[in-house]
T-cell receptor
Framework: NAGVMQNPRHLVRRRGQEARLRCSPM?????VYWYRQLPEEGLKFMVY????????ESGMPKERFSAEFPKEGPSILRIQQVVRGDSAAYFC??????????????FGPGTRLTVL | KQEVTQIPAALSVPEGENLVLNCSFT??????LQWFRQDPGKGLTSLLL?????REQTSGRLNASLDKSSGRSTLYIAASQPGDSATYLC??????????FGTGTRLTIIP
């Protein structure tokens, strides 16, 4: 059973370009979470999605950031018109989120975004 | 406000010693608590998960305890090895279906 997959692992963009980060959850997991780790800071929650639904986006910046988890395919975190402050490691986690289960979150290797 | 704190930020101990990492949280109404390990430039590896109804969990040389009433968790590492050097993160699910992370303790085991 493959773990959480993220790609690309490293992404370099110039200011003003778009960044697309992909996350494939573990097999059987229907819940996906995105977290951001800024340099020298802790991980911060961004958004929680189920298939075709955004459950909680309270940690997402109001502008330029969006996320989706379509019925088919990976979850996508999209950052439009990137700025240098978006440079960070972006981690995806998945969970089965079953009633009565431990609901442990399993993390992917992250995508390291560098904005020039 | 729901917050997670880890002190100290960094810790160095000689190889072979037992050690304890600390985590405190502001709200005792937690769903679960996870301890993770992060190596430089890498992702997170889940070490232990403790449900709110549990007092401790063990895996190999690791033992995590949970005291909700005092808002504290500890991660005990026995017989430390150089390979244990990493940043250890504590994360709490306060029941709102997302993890709130501490800033971590950077552990260095001195050979």
């Amino acid at each position: 059973n493959a773990g959480v997959m993220q790609n690309p692992r490293h992404l370099v963009r110039r200011r003003g370009q778009e960044a697309r980060l992909r996350c494939s959850p573990m097999k059987g997991h229907s819940h996906v979470y995105w977290y951001r780790q800024l340099p020298e800071e802790g991980l911060k929650f961004m958004v929680y999605l189920q298939k075709e639904n955004i459950i909680d986006e309270s940690g997402m910046p109001k502008e330029r950031f969006s996320a989706e988890f379509p019925k088919e395919g990976p979850s996508i975190l999209r950052i439009q018109q990137v700025v240098r402050g978006d440079s960070a490691a972006y981690f995806c986690a998945s969970s089965p989120r079953l009633a009565g289960a431990f609901n442990e979150q399993f993390f992917g290797p992250g995508t390291r975004l560098t904005v020039l | 406000k729901q917050e997670v704190t880890q002190i100290p930020a960094a810790l160095s101990v000689p190889e072979g010693e037992n050690l304890v990492l600390n985590c405190s949280f502001t709200d005792s109404a937690i769903y679960n608590l996870q301890w993770f390990r992060q190596d430089p430039g890498k992702g997170l590896t889940s070490l232990l998960l403790i449900q709110s109804s549990q007092r401790e969990q063990t895996s190999g040389r690791l033992n995590a305890s949970l005291d909700k009433s005092s808002g504290r968790s500890t991660l005990y590492i026995a017989a430390s090895q150089p390979g244990d050097s990493a940043t250890y993160l504590c994360a709490v699910d306060f029941g709102n279906e997302k993890l709130t992370f501490g800033t971590g303790t950077r552990l260095t085991i001195i050979p």
